[in-house]
């Protein structure tokens, strides 16, 4: 359905992807975020691999060029993203002990144990600057 050959509209097989393929793959995403970052990868190619089927870009255009062309974020940055709106949901939900997961204090820098909500904090990766990057110079382009 997402290859080259496949009849779909790039629109249809990204809305595809959001729909049915990303959530699987980010299941869980605030706790999940601070996973081994080989993992992360993992998923990132994963994305990748989707991107350049579905748009049936050859092996030399860069990966950054594909997500801001298709509009999909890393999945670091996805992760990121629903991490925060978590937290943010669960800080004013009713239920009290979902606000006392929310509200702890972050262990010491030097510390070794990572917490979920600490990837709210982490720089982003190479991929992540790269696509914002670009897609900041491509929304300066379109404003002028």
């Known amino acids: 359905m997402i290859g080259k050959k496949s009849k779909m509209s790039l629109r249809n097989k990204c809305t595809l992807?959001?729909?049915c393929i990303r959530p699987v793959m980010t299941y869980a995403a605030p706790v999940f975020a601070h996973a081994n970052p080989k993992a992360l990868y993992q998923l990132q190619v994963l994305q990748n691999n989707f991107c350049r089927r579905a748009s049936?870009?050859?092996?030399?255009?860069?990966?950054?060029?594909?997500h801001r062309d298709l509009e999909l974020p890393t999945i670091s940055k996805y992760m990121q993203d629903m991490s925060k709106k978590f937290f943010d949901t669960a800080a004013?939900?009713?239920?009290?002990?979902?606000?006392?997961?929310?509200?702890y204090e972050p262990p010491?820098?030097?510390?070794?144990?990572?917490?979920?909500?600490?990837?709210?904090?982490?720089?982003?990766?190479?991929?992540?600057?790269?696509?914002?990057?670009?897609?900041?110079?491509?929304?300066?382009?379109t404003e002028l």
């Not at 049936?56 to 594909?66: M, Q």
Request: cysteine-free; hydrophobic content about 35%.
């Open 92 to 103: 004013n939900h009713p239920n009290p002990l979902l606000q006392t997961a929310v509200s």
């Open 56 to 66: 049936g870009a050859p092996w030399y255009v860069r990966n950054d060029i594909l």
């Open 108 to 141: 010491p820098p030097h510390h070794f144990i990572r917490r979920p909500r600490n990837v709210l904090s982490d720089p982003p990766d190479e991929l992540t600057a790269e696509v914002e990057r670009l897609t900041n110079i491509n929304k300066d382009m």
């Open 17 to 19: 992807y959001k729909v």
